[in-house]
């Protein structure tokens, strides 16, 4: 994606630089606990894996500098060993010639518990105040590279009004790990509107938080990266970073694939007479799409059950059949494709309207539709000192899966 900018005739210098963030290292990876431990020990390593592969393109294509736009780390109280591996791969930054500035988010906020790692000289860390840091290249051109890092986890304010312009560079760069008003996906932390980040006047936008890779702008150019290593069932796709070239006022920006192991999801329509059999064939041939040699799949399996004739003849011990059957005829070598979940949709609809005429069933189902139920019966769980540190708030749409399920199982239990 090319965008054009001129600055009164005046040619500017060229820069070349990676832009990446949500590195999440360390993250524990939930909701994946029955998963064998050689895709365990494989998940523990992916974000590593991730961001050497991200220094490896660094140092190969030579760039002038790498920024990290937050949640380096998946916890604000982060291990002795992952801040090590982490400053190595610094190191080798160092090594390069390679400068690396970079903030801390809403996970690994400056307000956490741990033993500190001093890393490298060619690291520089923005502090709890919006401040700049130059970069020189050689040779003359200057850019000047604004950023911010939490204090603590819930930073509610519009930091972008205090990132203040300094007119003494060719470019200009923003740091920011924050979310872009209106966007509900993430939690509404250090909010910005897109007028904001085009009022600041800057040449790029480096911003970080939300976990789906997105260009949210093109003038100015402000660019999600995405996580580089996707976490859960939700964090589908390819993940990796940005190679950003500013070159006499343009701006273009390549994404680069890094991610070892990747999230994706099967959607299987059972015809109205398929059985065990016919289903079972139909997921083994779907999953067969995903086996690549140095490319990893935890896969999702979603039934939809809309055509089916019987939908009540997928019980629990039909799914889990279906599921542990496959796992033991899946390929385990260096590229797998490994399904943890199988997941139903739309079957037990079509029990609704028999089981609606039950006065009892009509009135508890009608519960089970209120969201306010799901947040009520959480509340103590968020309340929890210790818990809510490491929860966020739910999701519309995992509210919705949530009272979903439960209506599946009720009319599982009363059918």
Known sequence: MLMVK?????????????????LHLDSPFAGLKNVPSFIKDRLRESSFQSFQRIVDIAIFRQVDFVLLAGDIYDSENRSLRTQIRFRKELERLGEAGIQVYMIHGNHDHLDGSWITVNLPENVHIFQAIPEVKRFRKEGGTAVNIYGYSYPRRHVTERIISRYEKRPDAEYHIGLLHGNLEG?????????????????????YWALGHVHKRQVISVDPPAVYPGNIQGRNRKETGDKGCYMVTLDNGAANYEFLETSTVLFDSIM?????????????????????????????FLLEIVLDLEKHSSPSIFTDEFIWGILESLQEEAETGEGFAWPYRIKVENGWRKDMDGVMENPFLNELLSLETDSNGVNGALEQLYKHREARKFLAPLEDEETKELLSESQRLILQLFH
């Open 6 to 22: 001129f600055r009164g005739g005046i040619q500017l210098g060229k820069i070349v630089f990676i832009h990446a963030a949500d």
């Open 183 to 203: 966007h509900t996906e993430h939690s509404p932390y250090a909010p910005f509107s897109k007028s904001e980040l085009a009022e600041k006047e800057f040449d």
């Open 268 to 296: 299987i329509k059972p015809e109205a007479e398929s059985g065990f059999d016919k289903v079972y064939t139909d997921c083994r041939r779907s999953m067969e799409e995903f086996h690549m040699d140095k490319k990893s």
